[in-house]
């Protein structure tokens, strides 16, 4: 027979090993591990981004070619032009030369249309002859040279290169050669043995002109043998792989590059071929997007091109930043090492002490004996908590740095496709119905609630991010709403908070902007990035000051205040009646049009707008790298109204409480029966109203515009659905309010340690495998937020204490440490 109670005592003995804590512990073993792996990986093949770019990849998505580990940015024609400028500006020249037989004279037509679109057409030269390009506004230089075999004519080529000066030879030569060979030798293996030797005189060349000139061997792309002519069937392709392993083997130790991915774009193409040879649009296409990012991404330091990109260098500020949090590291590993060996030291102490029994029986180890006055606990080692908690913090943004700042780990761009985003998203979703418990609470909007609203609105904003859904503008529109959302819950959240309490000191202030801003001030030092980068902070910092000044300034409206308007008196001290000033409500409400007022007033005067953000000290937190407002502006136009929204819906459902048409406090609906089932009605169509109009708006520009004055619709209507029943009321995911307590942690770190390279692409831990990869990264980003809210609360207290002087003294302290960004960026002159 089983024992149910000791397999119940096992099960629970096995849930109590796998808690957060040591989900943390794997997560850090996860990360050592990788970082050892992919150190290996370096050792071994490299730290060449360039060749992962051109010697490997895949196709994602709807036809979109990923490089391995890397990323590739998609060059537009304004784009390439830009990266010659700046090359030829700088003093470089550009001279591009493509060397070989038909395909890849077709492959320099693709190129050259990036600058003059239709030049094939417009320009007809003799067949089987060489082609000139020149742009001298770009200094510009291409060349196709027709050489469609390893001979004495590229020989001699190659030969005259190393005899010019150096700015006179090509900085780029893309070449190959074996299809000619192969038809007019018959396929013989003769020519094969001609051709490694011709190659094999070549080699020299490469040699002596790789300080000046880069040189790729592109391998033959396969061909379509059905669609092959007569005279073509010569041409197999396992004749061109002999050609390839052959080129292969000569120049894998020479100078030049071999180009293999050109031959894995065309084989991943269903329709590679227009007859049977030459490539149609879609593989040269992204045969030249490989050249372009290989030549300029290095130059132009898009985003979200990585590929033949060094990393970003190190400024100061960074070094600075890690020799701190180095010192923090230091000097608390001998305190945590003494701590753990005395607390060690009293476990075995306590062993000692005598045993005694309580009077029902039950032994009492340890125990003093009654006559021994009971120590109080020791108190809490300041210096120790602080020291050990940015010790942990110090080592957690080391992880960020290395994830986005080095080129330990891989990146690969994002690749949507409406299977990628709705996957996760079902199975996200019955997660969290699956974990689905009572409340004790069943106010509207109630903290179980609110937590398990943002938990589940940040992991569809985290499914959007990953998966590149912002291309389609319904689901973009939608993920606006969830971004309105939480600024509306900002603005709900701090006035019933203020409304309630009444406590309205600049202490509750720093505690809140703190908590806000630890971790993302910590990356502006570690990743080299204004505060503006990290735009939800400042959004909910600024409108949680605008809030906090609403409710301050005079005349102050509270609930201890306004208590009982409605009626003519209210029992005080259950005897003496208390005449009401029912002005109060009338005052909160007049502060709300103002509110209203000044933000229409800021949004319609771009003149007065920059006046104030670009105000001097505090510019360095509204503007970017260039010193622009733009971003501030429009992150802060498309959601001016979503705080106010929800700090008037907090006064309206304050208000109705009063007036007794709205009723949270029992277990039955909100409002009378009729009137909850006509908001119920009337809820679904403002969500089904919001969605069609996301489905037929134009552009994100015209939505953009509109959204603001209509987000309230979906988000009351929300409200409404989920609060109007008490039965829905009181229910709430368990698994959804786990992740909104943490959902500014998990909103900030998915920029570095989630996602790659500031949003714009994938952190890759495990190579060629995209579901064990999100997997991976995704287990390791939780546990370091959840890490990192548990060092911000810890923190918090003693940043922010409760004495005021303190706080003073942290907050100076604060902001002189601020004061070298703001000299860098040239904000304090």
């Known amino acids: 027979m089983v024992d149910h109670k000791k397999h119940g005592q096992a099960s629970r003995e096995v849930i109590h090993l796998f808690n957060v804590n040591t989900a943390k512990y794997i997560a850090i073993c996860m990360v050592l591990t990788f970082v050892i792996y992919h150190g290996a990986l370096r050792y071994k093949y490299g730290n060449d981004s360039c060749k992962w770019l051109m010697g490997d990849g895949r196709f994602q998505g709807h036809n ?16 390439a032009r830009n990266c010659m400028h700046y090359i030829s500006y ?45 742009d001298e506004k770009i200094n510009l230089k291409v060349d196709f040279l027709w050489v469609p075999m390893v001979n004495g004519s590229m020989y001699n080529i190659y030969k005259a290169w190393v005899g010019m000066d150096q700015p006179e030879r090509p900085n780029l030569v893309i070449t190959s050669a074996a299809l000619w060979t192969i038809s007019h030798n018959n396929g013989s293996l003769e020519a094969l043995g001609n051709f490694k030797v011709n190659l094999t005189y070549i080699v020299p060349f490469f040699d002596k002109l790789k300080k000046t000139t880069k040189v790729f061997w592109r391998l033959q792309d396969p061909v379509e043998e059905l669609k092959r002519k007569d005279h073509g069937k010569v041409i197999t392709n396992p004749r061109i792989d002999e050609y390839n392993r052959g080129a292969i083997d000569i120049l894998q130790n020479s100078a030049a590059d071999i180009w293999s991915s050109s031959r894995l774009v065309c084989q ?23 050249l372009f990012n290989m030549y300029c991404n290095n130059n132009m330091g898009f985003n979200d091109g990585t590929c033949c990109s060094n990393a970003e260098p190190i400024t100061t500020i960074q070094i600075i930043t890690a020799i701190v949090f180095a010192l923090c590291v230091l000097l608390a590993f001998p305190m945590w090492v003494f701590q753990k060996k005395f607390l060690v030291c009293r476990k075995n102490a306590n062993k000692g002490r005598p045993v005694f029994v309580s009077e029902n029986g039950h032994r009492i180890a340890g125990c003093q004996p009654s006559s021994q006055a009971i120590k109080p606990a020791e108190p809490e080692n300041a210096y120790y908590v602080i020291l050990i908690a940015l010790a942990k913090l110090g080592l957690i943004m080391t992880y960020f740095f290395i994830c986005d700042r080095t080129t330990v780990f891989m990146k690969e761009n994002k690749a949507y496709t409406l299977l990628n985003f709705l996957l996760p998203f079902a199975y996200v979703m019955v997660l969290g119905f699956f974990f689905t418990e009572d409340s004790d609470q069943s106010t509207i909007l ?51 908070y203020f409304w309630n309490n009444g406590k309205l000191g600049i202490q509750r202030v720093c505690q809140v902007l703190f908590r806000l801003n630890m971790l993302v001030v910590s990356l502006c030092f570690t990743m080299n990035r204004p505060y503006q980068f ?86 360095a937190l509204f503007v970017m790298e260039d010193d622009s407002l733009h971003e501030w502006r429009f992150r802060w136009q498309l959601d001016r109204y979503s705080v106010l929204y929800g700090i008037m819906f907090a006064f309206a459902c304050t208000t109705l409480k009063k007036l007794k048409i709205l009723n949270d406090s029992g277990g039955g609906m909100l409002f009378p029966r009729t009137l909850s ?66 959902s500014l942690e998990l909103f900030i770190a998915q920029y570095h340690i989630w996602l790659a390279a500031d949003t714009h692409g994938v952190l890759v831990l495990v190579p060629s495998n995209q579901v064990l990869n999100v997997i991976v990264t995704t287990f390791i980003f939780i546990c370091v937020c959840h890490e990192v809210h548990i060092i911000t609360v ?30 860098k960026r040239g904000v304090f002159s």
């Open 64 to 79: 979109v070619w990923q490089p391995y580990g890397c990323m590739m940015h998609h060059y537009s024609r304004i784009d």
């Open 90 to 134: 700088w003093g470089g020249h550009n001279h591009i030369v493509f060397m070989g037989d038909s395909r890849i004279r077709e492959l320099f037509y693709e190129f050259v249309d990036m600058f003059t679109p239709k030049y094939k057409e417009s320009h007809h030269p003799v067949v089987h002859s060489n082609v000139k390009f020149r």
């Open 268 to 290: 991943g193409t269903s329709h590679p071929t227009k007859d049977g040879t030459h490539l149609t649009s879609l593989p040269l296409l992204w045969d030249n997007q490989i």
């Open 446 to 496: 109630h903290r179980d609630q609110t937590d398990e609203w943002k938990g589940w609105m940040q992991l569809v904003i985290l499914i959007y991010h990953i998966t590149g859904a912002s291309r389609v503008l319904p689901i973009y529109m939608h993920i606006r709403v969830l971004v309105s959302a939480y600024l509306f819950l900002s603005g709900y959240g701090h006035f019933v």
């Open 534 to 619: 990290y735009y939800f902070i400042p959004l909910v910092s600024f409108w949680f000051l605008v809030s906090y000044l609403t409710m301050v300034i005079w005349p102050q409206a509270t609930a201890a205040k306004v208590d009982g308007f409605l009626t003519t008196k209210v029992k005080v001290d259950h005897c003496r009646p208390r005449k009401v000033n029912f002005l109060y409500y009338v005052y909160m409400l007049f502060k709300l049009i103002i509110l209203a007022g000044l933000v229409s007033l800021l949004f319609l005067s771009e003149v007065l707008f920059e006046k104030i953000f670009l105000m001097k000290p505090f510019k």
């Open 677 to 742: 089932l006509s908001i119920t009605i009337g809820s679904v169509l403002g969500i089904l109203s919001y969605a069609v109009f996301s489905m037929f708006c134009r552009s994100k520009e015209e939505c953009n515009d509109i959204h603001s004055y209509i987000v309230f619709l979906p988000i009351i209507s929300y409200i409404f659905l989920r609060n109007t029943f008490h039965i829905i009321r009181q229910k709430y995911s368990t698994f959804f309010a786990w992740f909104g307590k943490i």
């Open 794 to 823: 810890t923190l918090a207290k003693y940043a922010v204490p409760n004495d005021w002087k303190l706080a003073l003294r942290n907050c100076i302290c604060f902001w002189l440490i601020l004061i070298p960004i703001g000299v």
